[in-house]
């Protein structure tokens, strides 16, 4: 069996009201939305956080009516962050597929947006629970401040792994903690019950980014982004961070530079990631995930005692890990 059928395994019936609820948050009778909703639906995932929610839920008590609306309006935050990312970043692909912008116009993509990020508010709203509203609205917050955060960081000449973590405990890490957060909150776990999950959440979090991240450093059709494509965008990654801080080599930092102020070219993207690539800057991200997995795996053993639910959260580390896209 394959690791995402054993992740799901637990909560297979629960997914599929999942599904069911997003699918119906993502459907609209008007022309124009309701073909981009479409769209959108087209590069759903693998929902990922959804079954981090409903799992963590699951493990302090039952997936209930408030956990259903919670992970929707988790996923649906999510999504509109992601649409109003691309046109930040003027990205033409998400996910293998044309981005909303792409295919409509940056209009559109900013409208949609604010429709599905009020739709998220209008669901986490049915769980009539003050602390889960809390929690969404404030990772909404956190996810805005981590992107001005990294637009910001671009103009700043310091190559600092300090600086890079700053930015994904605001984006990523932050989106994995609130969903164990929320699972938890949802399940009416304890305040202690409650931080442990996040802090696995957290972990998670910066292990999916890390690994997303390496990705870009290799051509891959499947994961619908050219290699260095963090680069053009003005992005520095922990691999070509620890690469460039560990050698001090100064042709490569000019290039850095470059990287930064937005006047790098192909040639020299390439030239970079070769280097970061010759100098252990795989390795070294690899490493740290390997720490962080650690951290995981005590965690689960330590606070999951449902051996169905064990060996789901075992499976869904390991396969943030190992995913190829």
Known sequence: MDKLSIIKRPIEGDLNDFSKLFSDA??????????????IKKRTGKQMRP???????????????????????LELLHTASLVHDDVVDESEERRGQKSVN?????????L????????????????????????????????????????SNIENVEISEDVYYQVIEQKTAALFESCCAIGALSANASNEQIELAKKFGHDLGIIF???DDIFDYYDSDEIGKPTGNDMAEGKLTLPAIYALNS????????????VKDGTVSQNEIKQLVDFTKEHGGIEYAEKVMSQLHAECK????????????????FNYVEFVIQRTK
């Not at 792409?102 to 900013?110: S, T």
């Not at 990020?117 to 404030?138: G, K």
């Not at 050698?247 to 470059?258: P, S, V």
């Not at 689960?300 to 060996?311: F, G, K, R, T």
């Open 26 to 39: 993502l459907s609209h009778s008007n022309g124009l939305l309701a073909s981009v909703l479409e769209h």
């Open 51 to 73: 079954m981090l929610i409903l799992l963590i839920a699951k493990n302090y008590g039952k997936i209930s009516y408030v956990t259903q609306h919670s992970a929707v309006g």
């Open 102 to 110: 792409a295919q409509y116009n940056n209009k559109v993509a900013v």
């Open 112 to 151: 949609v947006g604010d429709y599905l990020l009020s739709t998220a508010l209008l669901n986490v709203s049915l769980t009539h629970n003050n602390l889960i509203v809390q929690n969404l609205a404030e990772l909404g917050r956190t996810l805005a401040k981590g992107e001005i955060l990294q637009l």
């Open 209 to 211: 980014q890390i690994k």
């Open 247 to 258: 050698t001090g080599n100064q042709t490569m930092l000019d290039i850095a530079r470059k």
């Open 298 to 313: 005590k965690y689960i053993l330590d606070n999951v005692s449902d051996p169905d639910i064990q060996e789901s959260l």
